[in-house]
C-alpha cells in the first residue's frame, strides 16, 4: 500500500514541477550569494533549474540543478575595475561611461558562449525567466521561450530601474542609493539627487538599452520587442532591499524586498588552524576584508603602510583578506590569507570589530553577526551604505585616499572599546530578523505564484499605462493655469470697467455738484 502511495505523490508532485531559467550574469560573487540559496531551493522542490552564472554552486548532490559557468566574464570586469574605482569620487561620469561599456562588452561574450547560443537556437523550452536587471540584453530570453519573468537584483533598486517597472519614486524624499547622502537636508544635496536621477535615467534607461538592443539583434535576432518593453513586463520585481538597512519605501505589489541576508548558504567550515587563532586570540579579533571587487592594490602605499602601523600598536589579532602572498613589514599579530569563510570568521565570539569595503553583503552578515564596522568605501553603493551604518550608529567611516596612521587608530579604538556601537548592531540585527517568514521562503513563495498563475500581470502597476504628461499632471496643470488665466483676464476687465464706471460716476457727480 506505502509504495503505490509514493509512486502517486511523486506524480502529483511532478506535476506541478517547472522548467525555470536563472541568469544572474554580473561577475561579483557578492551579486551571485544573494540568489545561489533560491536556486538550491527550488531545485530540492523538483523543478528543473537551469542558471547562467559567473559563480557556480558546483553541488553534485543538486542533480536538478544545470549550470551554465560564466566565469570568464570576470576578465572584462576586472579590467574595468580599477578605473572604476580610482575615479568614483572625482570622475563620476566618467566611471559611469566605463562602467556600462565594460557591462556591454561582458554582455556579448556572454551572449556568443556556446552554451547560451545552445538555449537561444535549441528545442528547449522554460515556464519562468529569473533575471537580474542589470544586463537588459538578458531580458530577450522571456520572449525567446515566450514566459513570464521575474526581475531580481542583489542590491537595492536603482531609481531608474524602478521608474522603468513604475514603481513611483521621489529623488528627494529617497535618493538613489549610489549617492552618498541618505538624507534631503540641504538644497545642495536635493539638486544632486535630481541631477542624478535623470542623468541615471539617461544612461541607462536610454543610452545604455540601446546599446544592449544591438546585442538582442545578433544573439537572438531581428524580430524581438524593445528591451525596454520587456522590462516594463516583469511579473514581480525582487530586490535585496529590508527597512531596517535602507530607507523604508511605499513599495507596489509587485515589488517584493527580499532582504535580510539569513538565508545565505552556510561559509565553509573554519579551518582547524584559523580556529586555534581565533580561539587564542585573548584580546580580540579584528577581521579586515575588502571584498572581492576590490583588491588590496587598490590602497595607496601609503595607505597600507599606515594600516599596517596601526595594527602593529594594538593587542588584537588581525585576519586581513589580502591578494598578497607576502606584505612587507607584517606585524606579528597580522595573518594574512586570499580568503576567509567570512560568515563563520565574523560568527566567532572573540571578533570585534569588521572593517570592510562597505559592500551590501558584507554589511548585512556583520550586522547579523552583532559586530560593529569600520566602513572604507571604495566605489558604487559603499559610500550610501557607510552613510546608512553611519546614521544607525553601528560604526564609522573613513577616506581610505587620505587616511592617516592616528585617524585609523583612533576609530578602531572608539568602534572596539564603545559599547554601543555593538549594542545598535545588535538592535538591527534583532529588527532584521523579526519578520513573519524569511527572505527565502518569501522568495520561493511568489516564484511558485508566478508559475501557478502563468504570470503575475494583474500586479502590474497603474503607472506604467500612464503617459509622461499625465503622470505629472502637466494636462491638468496646464486646463487650470488656463482657467487661471481667463479668470484673471475677465476679472481684469471687470475691474477696468468697474474702475472706469466709477471714476465716470465720479465725474457725474462731480459735475453735477458744480453745476448746482
Known amino acids: 500500500m506505502f509504495v503505490p502511495f509514493v509512486v502517486f505523490w511523486a506524480l502529483i508532485s511532478g506535476g506541478n ?141 536603482p531609481s531608474n530601474i524602478l521608474k522603468l517597472i513604475g514603481q513611483p519614486i521621489h529623488p528627494v524624499a529617497y535618493p538613489d542609493y549610489m549617492l552618498s547622502f541618505t538624507d534631503h537636508s540641504t538644497f545642495f544635496k536635493r539638486m544632486k539627487s535630481i541631477a542624478y536621477s535623470l542623468y541615471a535615467e539617461y544612461v541607462f534607461n536610454y543610452y545604455f538599452y540601446s546599446l544592449q538592443q544591438e546585442l538582442v539583434e545578433t544573439a537572438f535576432g531581428s524580430n524581438y520587442s524593445s528591451l525596454a518593453e520587456v522590462a516594463k513586463n516583469a511579473s514581480l520585481f525582487f530586490t535585496n532591499s529590508d527597512p531596517i538597512l535602507y530607507k523604508p519605501k511605499p513599495f507596489l505589489p509587485n515589488v517584493i524586498p527580499i532582504g535580510g541576508g539569513s538565508d545565505r548558504f552556510p561559509s565553509a567550515p573554519l579551518p582547524n588552524k584559523l580556529v586555534g587563532v581565533l580561539d587564542a586570540a585573548s584580546s580580540g579579533v579584528i577581521y579586515f576584508s575588502l571584498g572581492t571587487n576590490v583588491n588590496t592594490e587598490n590602497l595607496p602605499n601609503e595607505t597600507r603602510k599606515a594600516i599596517l602601523e596601526a595594527f602593529a600598536e594594538f593587542p588584537y589579532t ?13 606585524p606579528k599579530n597580522v595573518h594574512v590569507s586570499k580568503w576567509f569563510p ?38 558604487a553603493d559603499q559610500f550610501g551604505n557607510a552613510q546608512r551604518m553611519l546614521e544607525r550608529g553601528v560604526g564609522l567611516s573613513l577616506d581610505y585616499t587620505n587616511l592617516q596612521k592616528e585617524e585609523f587608530k583612533s576609530a578602531i579604538r572608539e568602534v ?50 500612464i503617459p509622461t504628461y499625465q503622470y505629472f499632471l502637466l494636462d491638468v496643470i496646464c486646463v487650470l493655469l488656463l482657467i487661471l488665466t481667463v479668470l484673471s483676464c475677465v476679472a481684469y476687465v471687470l475691474f477696468k470697467l468697474a474702475l472706469r464706471l466709477a471714476i465716470r460716476t465720479c465725474a457725474l457727480g462731480r459735475k453735477k455738484q458744480k453745476d448746482q
Open 17 to 157: 514541477c517547472a522548467r525555470i531559467l536563472g541568469i544572474i550574469a554580473f561577475p561579483s560573487y557578492s551579486h551571485q550569494i544573494v540568489f545561489q540559496p533560491l536556486w538550491r531551493e527550488l531545485s530540492l522542490r523538483g523543478h528543473q533549474v537551469t542558471t547562467l552564472t559567473t559563480d557556480p554552486i558546483n553541488d553534485a548532490k543538486l542533480t536538478n540543478l544545470t549550470e551554465i559557468d560564466l566565469r570568464f566574464s570576470y576578465e572584462v570586469w576586472r579590467s574595468a575595475l580599477a578605473e572604476v574605482i580610482d575615479g568614483s569620487q572625482i570622475h563620476f561620469v566618467k566611471v559611469l561611461r566605463t562602467a556600462t561599456l565594460a557591462m556591454q562588452e561582458i554582455s556579448r561574450r556572454q551572449l556568443a558562449h556556446p552554451s547560451v547560443q545552445g538555449l537561444i537556437h535549441g528545442d528547449v523550452s522554460f515556464d519562468l525567466l529569473v533575471v537580474e536587471y542589470f544586463q537588459p540584453s538578458m531580458f530577450a530570453f522571456a520572449e525567446r521561450f515566450r514566459c513570464p519573468h521575474i526581475g531580481v537584483l542583489s542590491l537595492d533598486a
Open 318 to 330: 588581525v585576519l586581513w583578506k589580502c591578494d598578497f602572498d607576502h606584505v612587507p613589514d607584517k
Open 342 to 379: 567570512q560568515k563563520n570568521v565574523l560568527g566567532h565570539p572573540n571578533v570585534k570589530l569588521f572593517i570592510t569595503q562597505g559592500g551590501l553583503q558584507s554589511v548585512t552578515e556583520a550586522i547579523l553577526a552583532h559586530v560593529p564596522m569600520i566602513i572604507i568605501p571604495f566605489f
Open 416 to 465: 572596539i572599546t564603545n559599547p554601543r556601537y555593538k549594542q545598535k548592531a545588535t538592535e538591527l540585527a534583532e529588527l532584521a530578523k523579526d519578520q513573519p517568514m524569511t527572505a527565502l521562503e518569501r522568495a520561493i513563495w511568489w516564484t511558485e505564484y508566478v508559475l501557478r498563475h502563468k504570470g503575475a500581470k494583474h500586479l502590474r502597476s497603474p503607472f506604467l499605462e
